[in-house]
């Protein structure tokens, strides 16, 4: 395995210390993900795509990953209209500039996304929810993305475990399993 995914809310950042430390000064041939733009307010979940959120949650994530550079950093669940608007590719690109990333890109679910992202002319790589049972990217993002030279991320290839022959048709989940 030398790809690594994570984000900045995974485990409040417990995900990346993890990783961070697991890996410690050897990062030859490891590749890191991560992600930034879910924040908690009020209690509540949120997203900030400031260029001022980006900027700390870039420097954070290094500080846990204990890397001076994150290979790809991601918009976490950006809405098609987070994608088109803003000034976040400016952001990433001065982190690019600077070498605090390699390259950027978007985590998404939806077509619509992909598209906006892919009409922006901005980023290198998308991250796309797409497995045997979302096949719909086939339809416009994926062959767009490959005009485009834009790398694509398959989230979610066993859709949740779905996929895995590990759940049965009887399987029961308890009320707060998401």
Not at 48 to 68: F, M, V
């Amino acid at each position: 395995v030398n790809f690594f995914d994570t984000a900045d809310v995974y485990g409040n950042g417990r995900s990346e210390e993890i990783l961070g430390k697991a890996l410690g000064p050897d990062w030859k041939d490891v590749l890191v993900a991560s992600k930034t733009g879910n924040v908690v307010r009020h209690g509540k979940g949120a997203k900030d795509w400031t260029r001022e959120h980006i900027t700390k949650s870039c420097e954070a994530s290094l500080k846990r990953l204990r890397k001076d550079t994150i290979d790809l950093f991601q918009l976490h669940n950006p809405s098609a209209y987070d994608i088109r608007h803003g000034d976040w590719p400016e952001t990433l690109e001065l982190l690019q500039k600077h070498g605090k990333i390699r390259y950027y890109g978007v985590s998404i679910f939806l077509p619509e996304e992909g598209i906006a992202m892919l009409a922006r002319n901005k980023g290198q790589v998308i991250q796309l929810g797409y497995n045997a049972l979302r096949l719909e990217m086939e339809d416009n993002v994926l062959p767009l993305a490959q005009k485009k030279n834009v790398g694509i991320i398959a989230r979610v290839p066993l859709y949740y475990g779905i996929l895995s022959g590990k759940f049965k048709p009887d399987t029961t989940f308890p009320k707060n399993d998401h």
